[in-house]
């Protein structure tokens, strides 16, 4: 009998762990219309209004080049915790601008957070997660595209 309740058991564990659902991941053209959009203007303008919302934004731009249409920033560290263990949490963000054709540039951004634990004991782990939130690049698309009325509007 106690083979069978043995087996039971182990067979039980095997039937749960094929139970846990994870979240689908996204294709890459889910990801795409999440984080690109297009904006009826050039490259230029449409490179410097998105760094400057950016900054808006809080971010520390670490690169930008416009040749390449390639801008990386950085938010502020928040620092956390308790007596044993240390969080360091921010968000990386990147941006590519491309001109698609004359007057029409492609912006596809990028955030993913990041959180670094340390413990007492010298232990640290890094965790960086995609930021998948439409209303995040929504946001952010809404305020580059009012950047770039402005920009056009007082040429």
Do not use: W
């Amino acid at each position: 009998m106690s083979k069978t309740l043995s087996f039971l058991t182990v067979f039980s564990c095997i039937l749960m762990s094929g139970c846990v659902t994870t979240a689908p991941q996204k294709t890459s053209l889910e990801l795409q219309a999440i984080q690109a959009r297009e904006f009826e203007t050039t490259k230029k303008v449409a490179f410097a209004a998105t760094l400057s919302v950016f900054q808006d934004l809080g971010y520390v731009i670490s690169s930008a080049h416009l040749d390449t249409g390639f801008i990386s920033a950085k938010s502020p560290t928040q620092t956390g915790g308790g007596f044993f263990v240390n969080v360091m949490e921010d968000t990386k963000a990147t941006a590519f601008v491309e001109q698609m054709k004359p007057n029409l540039a492609r912006v596809r951004l990028n955030f993913v957070s990041s959180r670094e634990t340390s413990g007492a004991y010298g232990d640290k782990t890094l965790e960086d997660s995609p930021v998948e939130d439409p209303a995040v690049y929504e946001n952010a698309f809404t305020k580059i595209r009012e950047a770039i009325f402005i920009r056009t509007a007082t040429e």
